[in-house]
């Protein structure tokens, strides 16, 4: 994403580039700043497209003057300037209007993300600032009244959002989580009423991760070397289709026996390299790794299904609008889903942590897509591109369901015809499984 060696212009580039092409603000809109050392404020400027902005066009700002740049600051200076002098732990700030969180400005309504626990995790608590004249004194002193209770998020009545952090890439990264999860908040009311967590299942969060032992390594073998490139690439590609924000989501690859290669916990997925993924052989991670708290789960998927050598978790927008509303989604849309999906249960939150084992033995192939509510969609296959297929698929099957219900009664595949693609593509039914395969809990 960016670090502390990049130059402030060339942070605040980086970020704003990624905030244009994910469609998170428009060519005037939004504004990004970081505070530095010496005291200086870097912010974009006023009136200069977004979407072609270059390293020159940033601002710095020293007390009330510009020290560099060729353009006037952004016009919201005011509220990024407050902020600071009331955090003094934030050291960036990023503003823009993302549909979804300028639809919950338009009600004044704030979204519910303590139905999703790895949003609270990631962002905090996010609360509403009056409104105020775009780059006005009133509304920095809203804004910084509300960052000063102690919120990470600010959701502008009537305007759009503001995220904080102690980074640019940590403000951006609550940025977008908090994006994504208005996205999936606002398409799973259109479904019903979403389901909150029971203490129960929240205390899951709160348990302390295992321990893991750990293994050196002195070379890799080309096999290694090769499934690191081709599953780089995939998380890339996963990142541009929006199917998870950055730090999110957890893709691995069996390399072979009980080896395989795993992505870290919280880190920006958008920028992984090879180097990044973690090396696991059973339950053992290699030296100086963090591999995610799925990784037990993942290992396994690959321990119960020899078949299986590729498995993702993402919580993409659409078909986690089922997960929050515990909505089964009928893979019998069209013929394509009912092969690729076929049947998807709905586990309870925390399954793949809480019972990996037994949540892994009801993967197979007549369940390769698992719905996690208030969590996740996990896929899997025999390749790294039939898990990226499900999940792609998964995602276009939901929204298409959730936009059919807005135009009028769904007809799904009927049994005769789903009965006869199974027949014709001679797909296994869950009578056809070894009798130790039950259905997964609900």
Request: with cysteine; glycine share 8%.
């Amino acid at each position: 994403m960016t670090n502390a060696f990049q130059h402030p212009r060339e942070q605040i580039i980086a970020i704003l580039d990624r905030i244009y092409q994910n469609g998170m603000t428009t060519t005037s809109g939004g504004n990004l700043s970081i505070l530095d050392d010496q005291g200086d404020i870097w912010i974009t400027p006023a009136g200069i497209d977004k979407g072609a902005l270059v390293e020159e066009d940033v601002v710095r700002v020293r007390g009330g003057r510009v020290v560099e740049g060729r353009h006037e600051p952004s016009s919201e200076l005011p509220f990024h300037r407050a902020i600071y002098q009331t955090r003094p732990d934030v050291r960036a700030v990023v503003h823009a209007h993302p549909q979804a969180m300028v639809a919950f400005s338009l009600v004044h309504r704030l979204p519910e993300i303590s139905l999703l626990p790895r949003v609270g995790k990631v962002c905090g608590t996010i609360d509403l600032a009056a409104y105020a004249i775009p780059g006005s004194e009133d509304l920095g002193r809203y804004i910084a009244e509300t960052f000063g209770r102690g919120n990470n998020a600010v959701l502008m009545v009537n305007h759009g959002m503001v995220t904080a952090g102690a980074s640019l890439a940590q403000a951006f990264e609550r940025f977008e989580t908090m994006d994504f999860a208005a996205r999936s908040l606002i398409l799973a009311e259109s479904l019903g009423k979403t389901i909150s967590l029971t203490p129960q299942e929240r205390s899951i969060d709160q348990a302390s991760p295992s321990v893991l032992e750990e293994f050196d390594t002195e070379s890799r073998t080309p096999e290694e070397l090769a499934l690191r490139r081709q599953m780089i690439r995939l998380l890339h590609r996963i990142y541009r289709q929006r199917l998870l924000p950055g730090t999110s989501g957890t893709v691995s690859c069996r390399l072979e026996g009980e080896s395989f290669l795993i992505t870290p916990e919280a880190m920006d997925r958008a920028s992984l390299t090879e180097g990044d993924l973690v090396l696991m052989r059973g339950k053992r991670r290699e030296r100086g790794t963090n591999p995610p708290p799925t990784a037990a789960f993942h290992g396994e998927v690959y321990r119960a299904n020899p078949d299986l050598h590729a498995a993702i978790e993402a919580p993409t927008p659409s078909a986690l609008a089922f997960c929050l509303t515990g909505t089964s989604l009928d893979s019998r849309t069209i013929p394509e889903s009912a092969i690729v999906l076929r049947n998807i249960p709905l586990v309870e939150y925390g399954a793949s942590r809480s019972r990996p084992g037994s949540l892994a033995r009801d993967i197979s192939e007549v369940t390769p897509v698992v719905f996690v509510r208030n969590e996740t969609v996990i896929t899997v296959g025999s390749t790294l591109t039939q898990a990226f297929d499900r999940l792609e698929v998964a995602e276009f099957s939901a929204r298409s369901v959730i936009d059919g219900r807005s135009l009028g009664t769904l007809f799904m595949i009927g049994d005769q015809e789903l009965r006869d693609i199974e027949i014709k593509y001679k797909l296994k039914r869950q009578e056809d499984l070894p009798r130790n395969r039950s259905s997964p809990r609900v």
